[in-house]
Each structure stands twice: as C-alpha cells, then as structure tokens.
C-alpha cells in the first residue's frame, strides 16, 4: 500500500501544487525518513487529544517522509489547496504538524480527482474531514473519497438529509471507522500550541435552508487565520458570535449575492478572498454584487473557475499564493435566474478575457486553453495556441464545464 502510494506521488506530484519534495526524498533513502516521520508523528500526538490513537498510527505510517519541510525561519509550513473541482468545494489542507484536513469533496464526478490529488501529496490518510452540509456540491464525493483514505475525524453538520448522496457518505463513514462529531459552535476540531481549527457556527439548528446549517471553520496557526464557510449565507453569518476576523476568507456559496453581507465581511475584514465555482455555471456565480464590495474593500480575489487549484503557503507569519489575483468581474445576480446557457457563455468570456495576463505570468498550470472566438477547447501545448489572438483566449483546468459551455475538442490535439 504505501509503496503504491509513493509510486503515484512520484509520478503525479509535479502535477500538483503539493510538496514535490515529499516525492523526491523518498525515493532515495525512505526508509530512514520513515522512521523520522513515525516518531516525529508520534510526539505531536502526545500533545493532542481529539484524536484516537489508531488514527496517529496510521497517520504517522502515510505521511512518513515530508516532516521535514521548513521554512526560512525554522518553522513548519501549512498548504491550504482550494481545488478546482467545478461548481462545488473542496480544501486540502497539509498541516504544519503533518496531519491533513478535509473540508468537503464537490460533486461524486470528481472524487476521483480529490483522491489522486491527496495521494500526489504523498497521503493515504486524512486525520479531519468536515462536510460543511449536505448538498452535493459538497459532499457528493465524500463516500469515495473517505472510501480510499483511513479516515480518523469526521465533522459533521447537524442538519441531514435524505438522498441517497447523504446516507452514501453516512455509509462511507461508518465503514471507515472514523470518529464522527457534530460542527456546531464552539466546537474545537483540534487545537495544538499555534495551530488551531474551531467551528464557530452553526450556532442554532433553526436554520431556514441547508445552506445555512453549514458547518464554518476558523482554523488558525500563529498570526493567521483562515475562515472556511461552507454555503453559509447572510441568514447564519448573522447568527455568528465568534469573531471572524480573518486574513483568508473562503467566500461562502460559491460567491452567491445571498451571501458575504457587508457586515460580514467588514467584521472579516480579510486580505485574501477565495471563490470556488465551476465555469460557466448555471447560477452565475460568482455574482457582481460579491465581487465589487470585495473589490471595493481592496481585497485580493482567487478563483478556481478561472484560476484552477488556489494554493496558499502559511508559516504562521506570512501568506504566499501560486496565483496574482483575478481582475475579472462576476454575473448579476439579477440576470441569473434567467440566465440561459449562452447567457453564461457569455458572461464566462467576458470573465476569462480579463484574467488572460496573470495566467502567463503567475505558475498557475492550466490543462486546456479556450478559443471563445471558435468555441475549440485545446490541450495547453498544443500549436493552435500560439496562433491564437490573446483576446480570443480563455484558460481553464474544467473539461466537462468547457464542454457543457458548447466547446468542441480540437481536432489537432483531441483533448
Ligand atoms: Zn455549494
Ligand atoms: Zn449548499
């Protein structure tokens, strides 16, 4: 099992923005790392409680040999990845003590690439996984992916649900053994010296929607705060107590206009705002309203529809991106409901057209690069792209939504 594992995060870790270094070291002298990671594993285990010791063993056999990672100052990186994983959620998150986190798994189609990506990280364990709520967009791909992991937390919303989606997942959970527990405020996933994650709400199970039952999550490690809100719209950002101060806000429900009210945001206050939602999509997300009074606070914005995986490098002191900011703006959330495919074509063109600059100068890597001018979806390298007009270029790592948007393979590279 772990050879296969480290077979494949060899060969998919230069895919990845994950630590490649985990890769590389392995294959030289892995068994003495081996033991590094066990006992180095073993004594952060020592100082936490909210986990079963099972799950330290387990956790400490998978992610052997990346222990080691430093930063300038000494201290340990944490790597927050927002993944591209269409209109839905999903963050990986590789802890500074090398346990990982969990925080939703999109729609069922993409579980397989949520599993590749982990593992291309060099991880066949996730020590914390939090379903924010139980809409597919989160947690469709949650049976699978706990299916493929030894799982040892699962954090769950207080609200259910009744598709076959969500008993699925319960199902998934079961099996694995886990150890499962409610995210409702207050509740500590896990606190250790500077490194902390909280769920801060739902503070109530009155909630008008599913939406608003999503489980929000403070994590912190030294200086820095990263708040995952999950679908929470203005309905349970009101209801909040805690504070929310936070230097990375992952902007609730895809960037919807129902969510990231003013004061909200003004009590967030952060630097960095990430939007994940899938090209094109049917709801216009993200919609103007969310993208100008982000814009309007001089907040940085990252999108995955436009940007592909978000990766942020935390060492406690300061943040790093893989990507510039989008410039692009969102759809009117007026025009949404409405809106019929082309009409989200369009939008999607205008939004793409503006961020063309960044994806030449930053190391976002995209798979496939849109001619919005002839509808062809072509493979990155392939020569039809030099010959393209910038302004007919758009960039994306979504196939399937390239594909719904009307896009035809090229013929000359067939992506
Ligand atoms: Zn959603
Ligand atoms: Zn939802």
Redesign the pocket.
Known sequence: MREKIMALALALAMMTGCSVKTAVSSDKDYSSETENGTSSSASVSSVTESSAPETEMNSSDSKAESNDVTNDNGGKEMKVHFLDVGQ??SIFIELPDDKTMLIDASEKEYADRITTYIYSCGYSSLDYVVATHP?S??IGGMADVIGSFIVGNVILSPATHTTKTYTNMLTAIDQSGAKVTLGIAGKEIFSDGDLSAVAIAPVTEDYSDL?NSSVMVMLTYGDKKFLFTG?AEEEEERTVTADVKCDVLKVG??GSSTSTSSAFLAAASPEYAVISCGMGNSYGHPHTETIDKLKKAGINIYRTDLQGDIIMTCDGEKITVNAEPSAAGGASSGESKSETTKASTTTKVTATTVTEKPAEENPVSYSYVLNTNTMKIHRAGCSSVSQMSEENKGYTNDYDGAIAQGYEPCKRCKP
């Open positions: 839905g959620d809409h967009d989160h939406n679908d429900h895809h």
